[in-house]
C-alpha cells in the first residue's frame, strides 16, 4: 500500500502579513525545513516503492509462475523443526499374486528392459547405475521428474530411494495420477527427515499433508521405501512400511507415475532408485 500524501505547509502567503526581516528568516528557514522533509519523505516513498517491487516478484515467482520446460515451480522448502508425529505400527508391502494383479515391476537390471528414459538437459541428466536409476540435479531450486509408461487408476506404488550425502533439505519420491507437467500428486520425503504430500494443479501448489517430521526417514546413504495406496479418493502414505497419513483428494482419478528430485539450496546431487512395484488388489 502507498504512503499517505504527506500534508504540505505553504509558506507562499507569509510575505503579506510580516513584514519584519527577522520574521522573513523565520518564513526562510521554515521553507528550508519543509523542503528537507519533502526530499526525506520522497526518498522513503522512493525506497519503499523498491521494496515492494521486489517483493512483487518474489510472490509472483513462488504463487503465480508458470513452469516453463525445465524449468518448474517449487514447494515450500522443508521446515528445519516441527512436532514429530506419533507412529503407528508397521505394515509389510504385501503383493499376494492371487488377490493382486502386478501391473509393472522395474528392477532396473536391464536397462533396455525398462520404459524409464537416459539422457541430460539442462537441469538434471538421468541414468542406470548398478541397477538402479539415477536422478542427479545440476541446479538449486530445481524440480525434475522421470515418467513411466502406464496410465494408472486405483493402485498401489512402491519404490526405494537413495539419497546421497551432502544431500541437505533435498527432496524426492513419486508423482502419481499424473495428467501433465502442470497437474499431479508429489509423496515426497527430505533428506533431513521430514516427508509431505502436495498437488500440483493448474501449475498452483496445494499442500494436502504439510512438510512434517518423522522419524522413519532414514539418513543419507540408506534406502527407504515408499509406497503409495490410492483407493478412489484416499491416499495412504507409507515410508518403510509404517502408514504415516491417510488423505482424502478427489482431483484426479488416474495418471502416470514418475519419479521426481526437488533441490532447494543445494546443487548436483544425485538420488537412486529401485524395484518400482506397481499393482492393483482385485475386489
Sequence with gaps: MPLPCP??????GFDHHLGFMVDLIK?????????????????MVVLFLILMAI???????????????????????????????????????ILNEEESVLLLHETFADPALSSLNTGMNDYASFAFVDET?????????????????GIFGDVTIATELIFTTGSGDTAAGLLFRFQDEYNFYFFNISANGYY??????????????????TTQVRPSGEANQLRVEVVEDYIHLYINDMLLDVVSDDTFAEGNVAFAVNTFEEQDI??????????????
Design 196 to 213: 509431505a504430500l502436495d498437488l500440483f494443479q493448474n501449475g498452483r501448489w496445494v499442500s494436502l499433508v504439510d512438510w512434517t517430521r
Design 7 to 12: 500534508r504540505r505547509l505553504s509558506v507562499s
Design 55 to 93: 517483493f512483487s516478484l518474489g510472490f509472483l515467482r513462488g504463487a503465480d509462475h508458470t513452469p516453463l520446460s525445465g524449468e518448474i515451480v517449487t514447494p515450500t522448502a522443508t521446515p528445519t523443526s516441527v512436532p514429530v508425529t506419533v507412529m503407528p505400527e508397521a505394515t509389510s508391502v
Design 133 to 149: 536409476y539415477r536422478i542427479t540435479v545440476h541446479e538449486p531450486d530445481a524440480f525434475v521428474w522421470s515418467p513411466c509408461e
Design 270 to 283: 544425485s538420488v537412486f532408485f529401485d524395484n518400482l512395484i506397481i499393482w492393483r488388489d482385485t475386489p
Design 27 to 43: 518564513v526562510y528557514d521554515l521553507r528550508r525545513y519543509w523542503l528537507s522533509r519533502r526530499r526525506m519523505l520522497s526518498g
